[in-house]
């Protein structure tokens, strides 16, 4: 991760993490659903930068002693280099600082890669949501205690 620092997100990032979401995900997130998680008071919002490009973020939905992760996302030309799991390891550092003592999150069960990284990072997998993206794939709802 040499060279990559985390910090909050600021406005002017939504429009590349934006085209970030188109690269990364087939049900992306629009500008207008970003930036209404930009503005939410409950939410957590953190980007990876490197060079002055964003190369990746992550946010999470804090609310009664637990949150809800809602992106990961590393740029596909920066993957595997850590970035991801630095930017699990902020969500879940700030979390705690905010009394957060659950993490969920719901990943698509073919993306095995995603899975790998929060079993690593010492998620569990809870249950399946069945059709529960867009093109009717299940997802397998994960859990850390923090």
């Known amino acids: 991760m040499n060279g990559v620092s985390l910090r909050p997100w600021v406005y002017e990032d939504i429009i590349a993490i934006a085209a970030l979401e188109q690269q990364c995900f087939p049900d992306p997130w629009t500008f207008r659903m970003l930036a209404d998680a930009f503005f939410a008071e409950n939410d957590l919002c953190l980007a990876a930068e490197e060079n002055g490009a964003l190369v990746g973020y992550a946010f999470a939905v804090l609310g009664g002693g637990q949150a809800d992760i809602a992106n990961v ?74």
């Open 73 to 146: 996302a590393v740029s596909p030309q920066c993957r595997r280099r850590g970035i991801a799991k630095a930017l699990l390891a902020a969500l879940e550092k700030e979390a705690a600082a905010r009394g957060v003592k659950e993490l969920f999150l719901e990943v698509r069960v073919s993306n095995a890669a995603a899975m790998a990284l929060y079993l690593h990072c010492g998620y569990a997998g809870v249950y399946a949501r069945k059709r529960y993206y867009g093109n009717g794939e299940d997802a397998l709802v994960m859990r850390k205690k923090l």
